[in-house]
Structure formats: structure tokens, C-alpha cells
């Protein structure tokens, strides 16, 4: 694999942001691990942080370079700092960034496909929260969304305390009483796009049964199961901890079944 470290200039934030990609390598002669490329354009799955992390964390807690070796799948890692990946109340537009700017920056510079069937979303918490909702508010883009232990109930989590967290979530999304049936509520979103006539991302669930956010993730379950959507869930025992979103994003992985024997011209 090949890993770059992008620096770029986004116009969409008004500021300078890094992000982390992992590219398909063809290798045979390193030890300990194969790599497999074709020759492009690649599938591409986009891996987003959690609320206290940023581009880099998926590196350097997780085995995610070595897992995705022989799959010949792009990996883009980018840094949303505590946006929620939601054009701001007060702050930058990261909902346009992430599902518009930097894919479009991506395929500018890099051989990544722009096919539907070719791009996936996942994350954890934070950005579990925002892999669905570039699945269920992009449906058109992308084709399938992983949250592992996913900040799923917005309208409710960002009302679950006082003083700094509801102050900094006002700043995120505004008046708190208005996430319920917006955008940027996820169960609204689930419902959009259960009973539209359009395209129905693939989603995959996992949360630990002692997580903080796992009560949120079983309402979100029941509610996009009634909605009859594509849903893959499983739960187990953990916690919100790195031992488990390493466990799982090697079955997000599986789940996607992206075989090596699928890429397009591979070596």
C-alpha cells in the first residue's frame, strides 16, 4: 500500500486541512504482507473520525493499511474536527466539504472511481454518525454507510446535558430543538430515503452493549428496520474503545465484499 499525507486548501472551509489516503500497492516481495492494485479508477471507502480525533487516528490505532492490502480499495482519512460533518451553525460548512469538496479534490489528484457502486462511508461515533449521513443524505454517492458505535440520536444526545456540550452543540446545529425532522437528524433521514423512489444505501450497525451510545443505536436499529431498509447489525460486548472499532472494521471490510479477484486490471 501506499500512504499519502494531502495538504490541501479547501474552499468550501476557508482553511488549510491534511488528510490521510491509503492507495493500492501491488506487493510481493514485502515481508509480512501482499499488496494487490489494478489500475484504476479504485473503489474508495471514506473513514471518518471520532469527536476527540482527527485524519490521523484510524492509523494509529487500527490495522486499517494492512486490511485493506489486498483489496484494492482507496482509503481517505480526512480531518473534520468537532463538526459532526455538518455545515455548521457557527462554523464551516463540513457537511459540503465531506460530500461534495473532498471527494471531488480526491479524484482530482488520484485514480478514484466516481461510480456510486464504488463508494462506501464508515466511521466510528462522531463519525459513525456521519458515515450514515453521507449514506442516507447522499444516497445518490454513495453506496453503502458503516457506524460503529455511531452517535446515531442527535435530536437526543445533543440535549442529554448542560453547560459546555450544549452550548458547543447550539454552535454545531443550532437551536437543538430544531435537529428532529432536519437533515441532520439521521431517523428523518432513514425515512426519506426508506420511501423515496431513488437509490438505498447498504448500512452495517455495530455497538458495544456497554457503550454509552448503544440505548441510540438500538432506536436507530428499530427504527430503520421498520423502515424496511438494508440493514446489517450485530452488538456484542465492549465498550466505546479502540480494541473493538479494529475488531470491526475488519468485518465492515468483509461486509462491503469487495474481492481482490473483482479489481479491474489487477496485478
Not at 486490511?67 to 457537511?95: C, E, H, I, Q
Not at 430544531?178 to 437533515?183: D, K
Not at 479494529?246 to 471490510?253: C, S
Request: hydrophobic fraction near 40%; aromatic fraction near 12%.
Amino acid at each position: 500500500m501506499a500512504l499519502v499525507h494531502l495538504d490541501f486548501f479547501s474552499e468550501t472551509l476557508g482553511l488549510c486541512c491534511s488528510t490521510y489516503i491509503i492507495l493500492p500497492q501491488a506487493t510481493r516481495s514485502q515481508i509480512g504482507m501482499e499488496g494487490k492494485a489494478g489500475i484504476g479508477p479504485f473503489k474508495t471507502l471514506y473513514l471518518l473520525h471520532g469527536l476527540s480525533d482527527d485524519h490521523t487516528i484510524w492509523l494509529r490505532r487500527t490495522s486499517i493499511e494492512r486490511y485493506v492490502a489486498p483489496l484494492n480499495l482507496a482509503v481517505v482519512m480526512p480531518a473534520a474536527n468537532r463538526s459532526f460533518y455538518t455545515d455548521m451553525a457557527s462554523g464551516p460548512k463540513y457537511w459540503t466539504f465531506v460530500s461534495e469538496e473532498l471527494p471531488a479534490i480526491c479524484r482530482a489528484y488520484f485514480p478514484l472511481s466516481n461510480a456510486r457502486e464504488d463508494t462506501f462511508a464508515a466511521g466510528l461515533s462522531m463519525g459513525g454518525y456521519g458515515a450514515f449521513k453521507l449514506g442516507l443524505g447522499r444516497p445518490d454517492l454513495f453506496a453503502a454507510a458503516a457506524s460503529l458505535s455511531g452517535a446515531l440520536n442527535m435530536a437526543r444526545l445533543a440535549e442529554a446535558e448542560e453547560g459546555d456540550w450544549r452550548r458547543e452543540m447550539e454552535g454545531v446545529f443550532g437551536p437543538l430543538d430544531g435537529i428532529a425532522g432536519s437533515p441532520n437528524d439521521l431517523f428523518h433521514l432513514a425515512t426519506q430515503v426508506a420511501r423515496s423512489n431513488g437509490e438505498k444505501p447498504r448500512l452495517f450497525q455495530w455497538c458495544g452493549t456497554e457503550d454509552f451510545l448503544y440505548e441510540g443505536n438500538i432506536a436507530f436499529r428499530d427504527h430503520a428496520v421498520r423502515e424496511g431498509l438494508d440493514l446489517t447489525y450485530s452488538e456484542g460486548p465492549g465498550g466505546h474503545t479502540w480494541d473493538m472499532w479494529d475488531a470491526q472494521i475488519e468485518r465492515v471490510l468483509e461486509w462491503l465484499d469487495i474481492a481482490p479477484e473483482d479489481a479491474r486490471g489487477t496485478q
